[in-house]
């Protein structure tokens, strides 16, 4: 099938187009440079033009117009994914949702939004609205849109809570629009979330969310040092127990991590600390205050309630998941990360066995989560990038010592997830994208069903585009 971009342009010129080269190679890219890797590999990509749909029908008629004349449609937030998930590997569309902004309902327990609304947005109108808010949310919260962190995003500022976005309840609905001759509107409940979620829009482009809230607190940010990490790693899982006390993050930074990179914390942390970032409920403190008298060593730096630092550290969550690494990567461009599953059986054993093979290397930066209705652990861990092949060899050892990678120096959907096909998210994308159109390269198994995964996928589309 060869594209037919000029013609696709012309059909759709009465909708809000761009096509100003500079506009849109930087509407083509996201934080895919966080891997080296992917910088070496994706830096020439560029799509052909961008659309800005303003309603459903809009995106319907995009899809509609792109279908006939074969030109490739890559949906897009404000691309805050670090996976190379918004890149147009084979140029085309750029299908923007930012106009796509509404919170179009607010409910006891849930609201109805659009896809481009940014997290933040959500937040502010329904905790006016009604004192709640979102469950979970990653930490570029400040500008991330909601159909990009269901669509890339598998958790963040709340799983300590409520899990990753995929379990059951965390997503009500989704309205989803087909790539055919004539798109459908499917709404998707239920099992058949899956098939959406996290596709990074390969088999179907999402117009409508509707997702569940908690009640909105004034959430307490604190900052703890302690000076033995493993304590810290036991204080973490064991706050995380509670039942009773309720936390929406807690986030462990190896040292030095909050020394070298964390600029407005590092005056307040001693040599060889170990940092603990935290959210708690207010009426929560009272006994957070009583859980910390079993670690004497334990020191409370900052609260966003009562401290006074000289400069502001900002909201705490900003210091967590992804922020992490990018704090890291404007003190030292050789920095790099990869996102490790540690589990729920014995995590905090898996993690000393890693540390000690690696530190400082690998820096652990651990993300307590939920998984299954037990405390788990997850890794966004700092890597000192020297090599690609080091790099190989590493995710290769923590593969062998049990230590699950979902590999960030990848941009496929399998090569980041569990390196197997996931047959509902191929099933629908025959029925829903017939001509493969949607995001090309991003899905091994429409391209190539019996890779084996023995090296990285390279869709061999891509040489053309970065030509």
């Given at each position: 099938m060869?594209?037919?971009?000029a013609?696709?342009?012309?059909?759709?010129?009465?909708?809000?187009?761009?096509?100003?080269?500079?506009?849109?190679?930087?509407?083509?890219?996201?934080?895919?440079?966080?891997?080296?890797?992917?910088?070496?590999?994706?830096?020439?990509?560029?799509g052909?033009?961008?659309?800005?749909?303003?309603?459903?029908?809009e995106?319907?008629?995009?899809?509609?117009?792109?279908?006939?004349?074969?030109?490739?449609?890559?949906?897009?937030?404000?691309?805050?994914?670090?996976?190379?998930?918004?890149?147009?590997?084979?140029?085309?569309?750029?299908?923007?949702?930012?106009?796509?902004n509404?919170?179009?309902?607010i409910h006891?327990?849930?609201?109805?939004?659009e896809?481009?609304?940014?997290?933040k947005?959500?937040?502010?109108?329904?905790?006016?609205?009604?004192?709640?808010?979102?469950?979970?949310?990653?930490?570029?919260?400040?500008?991330?849109?909601?159909?990009?962190?269901?669509?890339?995003?598998?958790?963040?500022?709340?799983?300590?809570?409520?899990?990753?976005?995929?379990?059951?309840?965390?997503?009500?609905?989704?309205?989803?629009?087909?790539?055919?001759?004539e798109?459908?509107i499917?709404?998707?409940?239920g099992?058949?979330?899956?098939?959406?979620?996290?596709?990074?829009?390969?088999?179907?482009?999402?117009?409508?969310?509707?997702?569940?809230?908690?009640?909105?607190?004034?959430?307490?940010?604190?900052?703890?040092?302690?000076?033995?990490?493993?304590e810290?790693?036991?204080?973490?899982?064991?706050?995380?127990?509670?039942?009773?006390?309720?936390?929406?993050?807690?986030?462990?930074?190896?040292?030095?991590?909050?020394?070298?990179?964390?600029?407005r914390?590092?005056?307040?942390?001693?040599?060889?600390?170990?940092?603990?970032?935290?959210?708690?409920?207010?009426?929560?403190?009272?006994?957070?205050?009583?859980?910390?008298?079993?670690?004497?060593t334990?020191?409370?730096?900052?609260?966003?309630?009562?401290s006074?630092?000289?400069?502001?550290?900002?909201?705490?969550?900003?210091?967590?998941?992804?922020?992490?690494?990018?704090?890291?990567?404007?003190?030292?461009?050789?920095?790099?990360?990869?996102q490790?599953?540690?589990?729920?059986?014995?995590?905090?054993?898996?993690?000393?066995?890693?540390r000690?093979?690696?530190?400082?290397?690998?820096?652990?930066?651990?993300?307590v989560?939920?998984?299954?209705?037990?405390?788990?652990?997850?890794?966004?861990?700092?890597v000192?990038?020297?090599?690609?092949a080091?790099?190989d060899?590493?995710?290769?050892?923590?593969?062998?010592?049990?230590?699950?990678?979902?590999?960030?120096h990848r941009?496929?959907?399998?090569?980041g997830?569990?390196?197997?096909?996931?047959?509902?998210?191929?099933?629908?994308?025959?029925?829903?994208?017939?001509?493969g159109?949607?995001?090309?390269?991003?899905?091994?198994a429409?391209?190539n069903?019996?890779?084996?995964?023995?090296?990285?996928?390279?869709?061999?589309?891509?040489?053309?585009?970065?030509?």
């Amino acid at each position: 099938m060869k594209p037919n971009v000029a013609a696709a342009l012309a059909a759709l010129s009465h909708l809000e187009i761009d096509t100003n080269p500079v506009a849109v190679k930087a509407k083509s890219r996201d934080f895919f440079w966080y891997s080296p890797v992917l910088k070496a590999r994706l830096d020439g990509v560029v799509g052909d033009f961008v659309v800005s749909p303003k309603s459903e029908a809009e995106v319907i008629e995009v899809l509609k117009t792109c279908y006939a004349h074969n030109v490739p449609v890559t949906t897009r937030g404000t691309g805050t994914g670090n996976y190379g998930q918004a890149m147009p590997l084979a140029g085309g569309c750029i299908l923007h949702m930012h106009k796509m902004n509404a919170v179009k309902e607010i409910h006891p327990g849930r609201c109805i939004v659009e896809p481009g609304c940014l997290l933040k947005d959500i937040d502010a109108a329904c905790i006016s609205h009604s004192a709640q808010e979102l469950r979970m949310f990653s930490s570029t919260w400040a500008t991330a849109t909601i159909g990009g962190f269901i669509a890339g995003g598998s958790g963040g500022v709340g799983s300590v809570r409520w899990g990753s976005l995929r379990d059951p309840g965390n997503i009500i609905r989704l309205r989803v629009i087909t790539m055919e001759e004539e798109p459908r509107i499917l709404e998707c409940r239920g099992d058949d979330l899956h098939r959406v979620s996290h596709a990074y829009g390969t088999n179907g482009i999402i117009t409508e969310i509707e997702i569940p809230l908690a009640p909105a607190y004034d959430w307490v940010g604190i900052f703890v040092t302690l000076p033995d990490f493993d304590e810290a790693m036991q204080f973490s899982y064991d706050l995380a127990s509670c039942d009773g006390l309720l936390i929406k993050l807690a986030t462990i930074f190896e040292a030095p991590t909050a020394q070298d990179y964390f600029q407005r914390v590092a005056p307040h942390v001693q040599p060889g600390d170990t940092v603990l970032a935290l959210m708690v409920a207010p009426h929560a403190m009272e006994a957070f205050t009583t859980f910390c008298t079993q670690f004497p060593t334990a020191k409370v730096i900052y609260r966003s309630d009562a401290s006074d630092w000289d400069r502001d550290p900002g909201h705490v969550f900003e210091y967590g998941w992804n922020h992490t690494t990018l704090r890291a990567l404007k003190v030292d461009p050789t920095i790099t990360y990869l996102q490790v599953g540690y589990g729920t059986d014995d995590p905090l054993a898996l993690i000393a066995e890693i540390r000690a093979k690696f530190s400082p290397e690998v820096l652990q930066h651990i993300e307590v989560t939920r998984q299954n209705g037990r405390v788990a652990m997850g890794g966004l861990s700092l890597v000192k990038f020297t090599t690609e092949a080091r790099l190989d060899e590493i995710v290769a050892l923590h593969e062998a010592a049990g230590a699950m990678v979902f590999n960030p120096h990848r941009y496929t959907l399998e090569e980041g997830g569990r390196q197997s096909t996931d047959q509902r998210q191929l099933d629908f994308k025959r029925e829903a994208d017939p001509k493969g159109l949607l995001n090309p390269g991003k899905m091994i198994a429409w391209d190539n069903p019996d890779w084996s995964y023995d090296q990285m996928y390279a869709w061999p589309g891509l040489t053309k585009v970065a030509e």
